[in-house]
């Protein structure tokens, strides 16, 4: 259902679409850790009991929480300097809950949920200023809705729509920096309705076509 002749016009370049999601985990990918030559060992203390990975240096890598043979609850993760770098929550060994990773400072770099092992509901992710640079929001693994990408002072740089099918659909437009408008489309259920407008920094049209 993509719309022929606009190419790179509507690339994205979320963050989504190049880095984002961890790819489901379960009892055997422990195992194939531990066949890899870390080290997986069992905690029974509380508040935590499941497994733990350490990394060839000693230190430890993530920790998983495991009920009745199934990861269930928290799963952490660290870098090697045994800072946390992410949170996952799991249900019956399946994505399910909140999903956080952070940016070295500390501070929230990406937050959205899961159910059942798919995307569900709002996904924010944040400049390590702590500013939002995208706002999307999921349906079952389908972005819908209006969604948003941001500059670091906060001034929106794209708005675009999804209808409930996970198509293209009502106006899309870019900014430049400044505020000005820089592209301006309409689709409809998926296709481009209208000639796409471009303009320069000053906002002034510099084209009108529905070609490249």
Known sequence: MKPENIGLLLSIGFTLMTSCGPEQRSMNELEKQRNAGLVVYTYNE????????????GTLKAKYTIVEGMLEGPALFYNEDNQLIRKETYRNS??????????LNGKLRLRLNYLNGKKHGKYS????SGQLKEQLTYDFDKIKGDNYLYYKDGKVQHHFHFNSKG?????WEKF?????????LVFKDGQLTSPIKRYDANGVLINYSSSK
Do not use: C, D, Q, T
């Open 176 to 184: 430049y920096p400044n505020g000005n408008p820089k592209e301006y």
């Open 125 to 128: 992710v944040y400049y390590a």
């Open 94 to 103: 399946k994505l399910s809950g909140l999903f956080e990773e952070y940016h």
């Open 167 to 171: 198509e293209r659909h009502g106006v």
């Open 46 to 57: 509380e508040p935590f009991e499941g497994f733990a990975v350490i990394n060839e240096k």
